[in-house]
């Protein structure tokens, strides 16, 4: 008698079972293929992973949505309205930017300060960054040391190193004016002056921001340029000012990009030193324009106008970015990218 075949054909298996082997295949024989959850053939492995990675981050969207897109979209809608805390929001149009431009005496000179600050502290800080960076990174004794030290100011509190450097340029018995007196030069009322007072927060700032993230940024862009670009213009006869000249400026123009990119952000928001330091003043000397901002919202208690004001600091904020990333084709720099 014939003897029946060991390699019988499998038994039928139900619909569950078909969907389970469905959800474990390899699905490396067949690109493209989604997987199907057993029991549920509408949820595919993709939608799940899709619908795990919204529900991770569903606090930071809460979050945003409830604390930085809600309030811009509130102020935009305040900013159209007259509104004063105490009585209801009434609908002005556009009569807060009309008022902005046409009849606040503070606005247009106040928004001037705030240049003339960008004017000074821009160049003059990405510069004294860019040299630290370029120090520290030449691989000296004790350089973690000096490191540490010239980061120290940024990580100290705000409040803190305004009052310390109020006490040094104090005109009578400052630190400073002591110090030029002892070469026979005797100086200024500083931060009291009207002429040298926006000159002082610059040297504030530059003393808290100079060797903190700016420097960082500078450094970590100096030691991804590879050091086969020094060795072949070194080979090529280059010294220390054309390797620098013809190699570290063009493989660092992304990262100065960048650094006067938030530096220009940075410094049109100036607000605190002068908050603390002068008051906005001597005679409104230090009446920046985010000085302006608050005073109407916060002591005349001129939230629509305010609104308007910050939509108008944004534009100028976006205009000066749009204008540097118009411009950086002409002078930046991107490896392995041929600019147009």
Do not use: C
Request: proline share 6%.
């Amino acid at each position: 008698m014939a003897s029946r075949s060991s390699t019988n054909p499998p038994a039928p298996r139900s619909q569950a079972n078909r969907l389970e082997a469905a959800a474990t295949a390899d699905t490396t024989a067949a690109p493209g293929v989604l997987l199907v959850a057993p029991g549920r053939p509408w949820m595919t492995l993709r939608r799940r992973e899709m619908l795990a990675g919204y529900v991770f981050i569903s606090p930071w969207i809460v979050g945003y949505l409830a604390l930085q897109l809600g309030p811009v979209l509130a102020s935009l809608l305040l900013s159209l309205t007259a509104y004063n805390i105490v009585e209801p929001p009434q609908f002005v149009g556009t009569r807060n930017y009309v008022t902005a431009f046409t009849n606040d005496d503070l606005f247009w000179p106040s928004l001037r300060r705030s240049l003339y600050y960008v004017a000074l502290d821009v160049p003059v800080g990405i510069l004294l960054s860019l040299l630290l960076a370029l120090l520290l990174n030449q691989r000296l004794r004790g350089t973690n040391l000096f490191r540490t030290l010239f980061f120290l100011p940024s990580v100290t509190p705000t409040v803190a190193a305004i009052f310390f450097w109020v006490w040094i340029m104090q005109p009578d018995w400052g630190l400073l004016n002591w110090t030029l007196s002892l070469v026979g030069v005797r100086g200024p009322a500083w931060l009291g002056s009207i002429e040298w007072a926006i000159p002082s927060l610059v040297t504030i700032d530059l003393w808290t921001a100079v060797g903190g993230t700016r420097m960082v940024i500078f450094l970590a862009g100096l030691q991804g340029i590879p050091r086969e670009l020094y060795e072949a213009a070194a080979i090529d006869g280059a010294g220390a000012w054309r390797r620098f000249r013809h190699v570290t400026l063009p493989m660092l123009t992304p990262t100065i990009f960048f650094v006067t990119v938030l530096t220009v952000i940075f410094a049109l928001r100036v607000f605190t030193s002068a908050y603390i330091a002068t008051g906005g003043g001597p005679a409104y000397a230090t009446w920046f324009y985010t000085f302006h901002l608050f005073k109407q919202a916060f002591q005349f208690f001129s939230m629509g106008y305010a609104s308007a004001l910050g939509w108008i600091l944004m534009v100028v904020l976006l205009a000066f970015t749009f204008v540097q990333f118009r411009l950086q084709s002409r002078w930046v720099h991107y490896e392995g990218e041929r600019q147009s």
